[in-house]
């Protein structure tokens, strides 16, 4: 079993849809969790981070951490074209150094149709 | 801001061949790292830097070395490719501080035939 399991879409949905991503993860020691963004044909960039288990939320971004059942979620709230990207979640047993190197999930390609 | 600059950006190589992908960051980040990012595999670590003069494996690191001998260049050498190592490179860096985000570059597209 991987220790980070996403699942890889394609998703679709239509303009202004709540759109809900996850990911399930196996090492309990992970304490750090983020979500990136990745455009076509660009680097992946920092969507949303949370230390433990809660929820952050970020306009129309939320993240959810369930650590008992070992199980991340974004939602991303009136959904937009521009959102149209891959999703990675990416997790951590401690952020920087050389304790900080992130387990990417697979990432989930998400389109939203106008 | 430059931020993260990877060169570069595209790459066709031969089989047996060698090559350097180079990396540099403007940001003073201490924490430098490597990834390969294949279909249906994900990004995948290859190696790491904490520091100048300090670098460690990842999780695929065969057929690659790196060096860091500055703060802000992260160069990662093929030493011989082969058509497995065909694959999106990217570069990150990071403060390394807890809560600090992993900066990427835009890619090198490598292709070895």
């Known amino acids: 079993q991987k220790e980070v399991e996403q699942d890889p879409g394609p998703l679709s949905v239509p303009e202004g849809a709540i759109v809900s991503l996850n990911c399930t993860y196996s090492?309990?020691?992970?304490?750090?969790f983020m979500w990136y963004r990745q455009y076509s044909r660009k680097g992946p960039e920092l969507l949303m981070y949370?230390?433990?288990?809660g929820n952050k939320e970020d306009g129309r971004f939320t993240a959810q951490v369930d650590k008992s059942s070992k199980y991340i979620s974004l939602f991303i709230r009136d959904s937009q074209p521009s959102d149209s990207a891959t999703y990675l979640c990416a997790m951590s047993t401690n952020y920087g150094g050389s304790q900080g190197n992130l387990i990417f999930g697979k990432g989930t390609k998400l389109s939203v149709k106008p | 801001n430059a931020g993260v600059t990877q060169t570069p950006k595209f790459q066709v190589l031969k089989t047996g061949q060698s090559m350097t992908l180079q990396c540099a960051q403007d940001m003073n980040h201490e924490y430098m790292s490597w990834y390969r990012q294949d279909p249906g595999m994900g990004l995948r670590l290859i190696h790491y830097s904490v520091g100048a003069g300090i670098t460690d494996q990842g999780e695929v690191p065969n057929g690659y070395n790196v060096s860091r001998s500055t703060t802000e260049d992260f160069p990662l050498r093929l030493l011989s490719a082969a058509p497995s190592q065909t694959s999106v490179y990217f570069c990150?860096?990071?403060?390394?501080?807890?809560?600090?985000?992993?900066?990427f570059g835009n890619g090198t597209r490598l292709t070895v035939t």
């Open positions: 090492n309990s020691a992970f304490q750090y």
């Open positions: 990150a860096s990071s403060a390394g501080e807890k809560g600090s985000p992993l900066h």
């Open positions: 949370t230390y433990s288990s």
